[in-house]
T-cell receptor
Framework: GQNIDQPTEMTATEGAIVQINCTYQ??????LFWYQQHAGEAPTFLSY??LDGLEEKGRFSSFLSRSKGYSYLLLKELQMKDSASYLC??????????WGAGTKLIIKP | TAGITQAPTSQILAAGRSMTLRCTQD?????MYWYRQDLGLGLRLIHY???????GKGEVPDGYSVSRANTDDFPLTLASAVPSQTSVYFC????????????FGDGTRLSIL
């Protein structure tokens, strides 16, 4: 079956760094997306990885290891506005996104 | 600004009634999607359309129907609502049905009593 595993909740301090891990099992693989979703709002696209390695985009970076079925999202210089849920979503062989339940990130001053 | 518009924003509906959730995009995207989001669960795909005139079933299609008469519109219909369909419904679109990122509407919060 298809399965996504990410922590339910994480807490971090403003200005710090946090890493949100995601492991996945899918029928085929065509890349992996990370989305951000603030409470009561729509998900918004953060990153897409299809090859192994690190993709950096400002304060946010995303890493992929296809052989391990593993990805992480790294957030640096945390700001209060980064408090949100972060959704890991690999793309299966039919190009359907398989969504994790998300990691709720709480930022404390 | 360009994007996806969903209507209504929220609705309370009596069980057994029918309801159509509207979704319109002005980005000329070929692919469109309907998801439901329930607490503690990931987004679940209800139906999708890779291009105007075609639709497909997602993970949880039962009790829902869709149509794609043109590129811009992708309405979702509940023929006879049941309480288990209480959820937040998101419409999304992408350039095509491959590895392009999906862009989401603001969602419709639906309560079935």
């Amino acid at each position: 079956g298809q399965n996504i595993d990410q922590p339910t909740e994480m807490t971090a301090t403003e200005g710090a760094i946090v890493q949100i891990n995601c492991t996945y099992q899918t029928s085929g693989f065509n890349g992996l997306f990370w989305y951000q979703q603030h409470a009561g709002e729509a998900p918004t696209f953060l990153s897409y990885n299809v090859l192994d390695g690190l993709e950096e985009k400002g304060r946010f970076s995303s890493f992929l290891s296809r052989s391990k079925g593993y990805s992480y999202l790294l957030l640096k210089e945390l700001q209060m506005k980064d408090s949100a849920s972060y959704l890991c979503a690999p793309l299966d062989s039919n190009y359907q996104l398989i969504w994790g339940a998300g990691t709720k990130l709480i930022i404390k001053p | 600004t360009a994007g996806i518009t969903q209507a209504p924003t929220s609705q309370i509906l009596a069980a057994g009634r029918s309801m159509t959730l509207r979704c319109t995009q002005d980005m000329r995207h070929n692919a469109m999607y309907w998801y439901r989001q329930d607490l503690g669960l990931g987004l679940r795909l209800i139906h999708y359309s890779n291009t105007a005139g075609t639709t497909g079933k997602g993970e949880v299609p039962d009790g829902y129907s869709v149509s794609r008469a043109n590129t811009d519109d992708f309405p979702l219909t509940l023929a006879s609502a049941v309480p288990s369909q209480t959820s937040v419904y998101f419409c999304a679109s992408s350039e095509d049905g491959s590895n392009q990122p999906q862009h989401f509407g603001d969602g419709t919060r639906l309560s079935i009593l």
